[in-house]
């Protein structure tokens, strides 16, 4: 009854809220705990344990909704930093305030005790998410999946411990590969609307070539973030076989760091050699780490006329520029 008296309160103060994420996973993960189905007579750290994992569970679809992945670390990065924060940093940070005025400097030594407990946790946390098998990528293409998805979740974590392997049979979409939906021969060519600039993704039936990567204006704006990413995890991409940027321009090359921090890249050609000093000169101001993504990067190979090959039935030819062009 509280929880969705809480409900009623929030929309009737902003209704439009119905439209951000965080509305839906804060309630549905307090639902998820409070309706879930635990184990009885278990140690305490077994329902802890408990808790996490149908967490996980409960949040699954949402979080493939929104985020388009699954993160496989949620319950070892909560199993720590709930503990800390809740029993750590929340109460310095509330003994700090009531002194704040009285005593500001031991306020002062418990915030900054507070502060520095943070930093160790945010960097471990920060570690354990920079890890390869971190997250696992998934994004609905299709209602129906959502659908079977969401009935599975709700069956693993809402009932009888001795039903849940049925619900289990539900998230057999978000672990089976994709099904190559073009024929030998066949391509499928999407231009992205990312404004000024161009970002166009070639699939074939068993490869992915990504020509230009729209623009970086900053951190919040990233067409290779923010739009050309999202689509590939839409279409099921897990990796992208050959990456071509025109040049140099930000307006062509700058998403391109965001997209190869995400996948490994196979190939790359490009008509311009130093178009990765000037994407790293562009994106200093951001703060990124240009170093550990253009480490991973293999040797450009510079676009010239006559390159040529076949993917699954599918010729790709370079026509521009001419071999004996002094173009870099």
């Not at 940093?89 to 900054?112: D, E, R, T």
């Not at 090359?253 to 997209?259: D, E, F, K, M």
Request: charged share 15%; net charge positive; aromatic share 14%.
């Amino acid at each position: 009854t509280a929880l969705f008296r809480a409900v009623w309160v929030v929309l009737f103060w902003d209704p439009c809220v119905v439209q951000s994420g965080g509305f839906w996973l804060s309630f549905v993960a307090v639902f998820v705990l409070v309706y879930a189905r635990y184990s009885h007579d278990v140690a305490r750290w077994v329902q802890h344990l408990e808790a996490q994992w149908v967490c996980l569970i409960g949040l699954l679809p949402l979080s493939c909704w929104y985020f388009q992945q699954i993160s496989l670390v949620s319950m070892v990065a909560n199993l720590v930093a709930i503990p800390v924060v809740g029993f750590m940093v929340l109460p310095l940070i509330l003994l700090g305030s009531g002194l704040a005025i009285s005593q500001a400097f031991l306020a002062k030594l418990l915030f900054h005790c507070a502060l520095k407990i943070l930093m160790i946790l945010g960097i471990g946390l920060t570690w354990l998410s920079q890890k390869k098998w971190a997250i696992w990528q998934y994004s609905f293409s299709y209602s129906w999946e959502f659908v079977v998805v969401s009935l599975g979740c709700a069956l693993v974590v809402f009932t009888q411990r001795t039903s849940r392997w049925i619900g289990l049979i539900g998230l057999f979409p978000v672990i089976l590969p994709a099904m190559p939906a073009l024929k030998t021969g066949q391509f499928k060519l999407t231009v992205l609307d990312v404004g000024q600039g161009l970002a166009t993704v070639i699939k074939t039936r068993q490869h992915t070539l990504v020509y230009d990567t729209g623009a970086k204006y900053s951190s919040q704006l990233d067409c290779g973030q923010h739009i050309v990413i999202p689509y590939l995890l839409l279409e099921k991409i897990r990796k992208i076989d050959t990456l071509v940027v025109s040049h140099g321009d930000n307006d062509h090359a700058g998403g391109a760091l965001a997209i190869l921090n995400q996948w490994p890249v196979a190939k790359y050609y490009t008509s311009d050699l130093d178009a990765w000093s000037k994407i790293k000169s562009k994106n200093t101001q951001f703060s990124i780490n240009t170093e550990a993504i253009l480490s991973k990067i293999t040797p450009a190979t510079r676009c010239l006329a006559g390159i040529r090959w076949e993917w699954d039935g599918v010729q790709f030819v370079f026509l521009h520029p001419p071999r004996d062009s002094l173009f870099n």
